[in-house]
């Protein structure tokens, strides 16, 4: 993108631009080649990874050579993918938005997310890199950074965080920092199709680091650890991605796939550790860039600064707050009529099941189905505007988005305006959602509306059932909501009952 060349910082992986055929952006097609030339070198998945990197003509930058130079030298000059699948490549690894908000170098994956491809491609290399390493040293701590040599920095990166999200975390606060981009981080985006997806919108002003640049971090992150300290080498990278992607998991770790990238990236990430990177990282490129008017009068205090503040930001937006679908991802039917905004924060969340559909969904594809036939319902049944819930769990380790953070629901009679109605999908009167769900709402979900001032701090919770005549969100859901931070009793008269439940 336009401002890493004001910076003159490039990308770590750069190559030539090119226009991608028609092969759709989807994961599918990254794998689909991968195979290709899985099939025809006959090597192991290194040797893969190396051929990749020369033809793919990246990693000529200082940089990146320094963290991700050949792992193996064996290669041959035999071209064994198309012309096509070259330029494919070669435009996936070159991450940039242009002038009309389109994100290039992201492909959209079975999850329903969108990943970036370069960091992606950087943590699998940096993992195979690692794992090459005879002896596994730690990278050397440096307590101050401003008097250390340039090598003492290269030193004390550690590739995996380095290649993947400290290097871009910290130039994405320092563009932000110098108001070259009106936000820090994010946003995410729109796909043209999701069965044959070509263009990915953003819905906004776009950060050095998009959300799908951010997804293809934590993912490269993620398995460039599990191939570092994998006991026995993974046969090809193609099975790797399709396992994580659009399978059951990794070997070995089921739980280790692309939906739960968040509970995964938090459990194997040090936050002390990546704010070192950032800020070092930080030093190296200024180091590197003394001329640069991005460092003009720039202290070390300050490098300092912007490093803790990226990395709790990060933290928060990304590890913390529930990963949502947003609404162009399911395909959401417009909303009728006109929208009225809530007053925030709002100080209630009101529990729901949908009882119907009565099983979760564990797919994007059905639970973006779920979410449409839910709409379709409220819509031209019920006569609402819209999805009357605020936002749904789906059983796949997300949240949908149904009218947001911003805008009244029905899903509460009586209270609509007053608090955020969340739904899990399925019928919970006998069994419990997923740990990982319930979790994904009684911890993340409400921390990161507290501390987005959604939500008032002393937030209380309700069960639907506490509000009016109904069984919802079902015996065994309320019962485990009983247990919750905010949950109170609550006295109502129900049809000229007077109940304390
Ligand atoms: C630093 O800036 C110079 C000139 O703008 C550029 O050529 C170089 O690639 C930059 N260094 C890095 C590490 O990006
Ligand atoms: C791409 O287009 C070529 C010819 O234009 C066609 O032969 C090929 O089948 C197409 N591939 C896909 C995946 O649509
Ligand atoms: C890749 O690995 C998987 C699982 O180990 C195997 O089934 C598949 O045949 C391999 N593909 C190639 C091209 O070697
Ligand atoms: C919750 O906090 C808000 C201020 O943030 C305050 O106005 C309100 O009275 C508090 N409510 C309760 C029930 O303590």
Not at 125 to 147: Q, V
Request: hydrophobic share 40%.
């Amino acid at each position: 993108m336009f401002l890493m060349w004001l910076l003159g910082l490039g990308p770590l992986l750069f190559c030539i631009s090119a226009s991608a055929d028609n092969l759709t952006f989807h994961i599918g097609s990254v794998t689909g080649i991968l195979e290709d030339l899985e099939y025809h070198l006959k090597g192991p998945p290194d040797l893969t990874m190396t051929e990749l990197f020369q033809e793919l003509e990246c990693c000529q930058s200082e940089l990146c050579q320094l963290f991700l130079g050949p792992v193996t030298s064996v290669s041959s000059d035999l071209p064994y993918l198309s012309e096509q699948q070259i330029i494919f490549l070669k435009h996936l690894v070159n991450h940039k938005v242009d002038g009309s908000l389109v994100e290039h170098g992201v492909v959209l994956t079975p999850d329903g997310t969108t990943v970036s491809f370069s960091p992606l491609l950087a943590g699998i290399a940096a993992g195979f890199k690692r794992r090459h390493e005879t002896t596994l040293l730690d990278t050397p701590l440096i307590t101050d950074p401003s008097n250390s040599s340039n090598v003492e920095l290269h030193l004390a990166l550690d590739p995996l965080y380095a290649t993947t999200i400290a290097m871009d975390l910290g130039k994405a606060f320092l563009l932000f920092h110098t108001k070259q981009t009106q936000v820090a981080l994010g946003p995410n985006g729109c796909w043209d199709s999701i069965s044959a997806p070509q263009k990915f919108t953003l819905m906004g002003p776009p950060s050095h680091i998009p959300d799908a640049f951010i997804n293809g971090a934590m993912d490269g992150f993620i398995l460039g650890t599990y191939l570092a300290a994998k006991a026995d080498p993974i046969s090809n990278i193609s099975s790797l991605l399709n396992d994580y992607y659009g399978g059951e998991g990794l070997e070995g770790e089921s739980q280790i796939r692309s939906n739960f990238r968040q509970q995964n990236f938090e459990a194997l990430v040090s936050k002390e550790k990546l704010r070192k990177q950032v800020e070092i990282s930080l030093h190296l490129l200024w180091r590197l860039n003394e001329t640069s008017p991005f460092f003009e009068g720039i202290t070390s205090e300050e490098l300092m600064f912007l490093a803790n503040q990226a990395v709790e930001e990060f933290m928060a937006l990304f590890v913390e707050c529930p990963a949502i679908i947003p609404r162009c991802m399911w395909g959401a039917r417009p909303y009728r009529g006109t929208p009225t905004q809530l007053k925030l924060p709002l100080a209630f969340v009101y529990i729901h099941h949908t009882h119907t559909p009565a099983k979760p969904c564990r797919t994007f594809a059905s639970c973006a189905a779920d979410m449409r036939s839910m709409q379709r319902f409220h819509q031209d049944v019920r006569g609402w505007d819209d999805i009357g819930y605020s936002f749904v769990v789906g059983g796949d380790g997300y949240m949908y988005q149904g009218r947001g953070w911003h805008w009244v629901g029905a899903h509460t009679k009586g209270y609509n305006s007053k608090g955020y109605g969340i739904s899990f999908i399925g019928d919970y009167m006998k069994v419990l959602p997923d740990a990982v769900d319930l979790e994904l709402v009684k911890n993340n979900f409400m921390q990161c509306a507290v501390r987005g001032a959604k939500l008032q701090a002393n937030y209380t919770v309700y069960g639907h059932r506490q509000m009016g005549h109904t069984l919802c969100p079902g015996d065994r859901l309320f019962q485990e909501i009983e247990t919750w931070k905010g949950f109170k009793r609550r006295c109502f008269m129900d049809n000229g009952v007077h109940r304390c439940i």
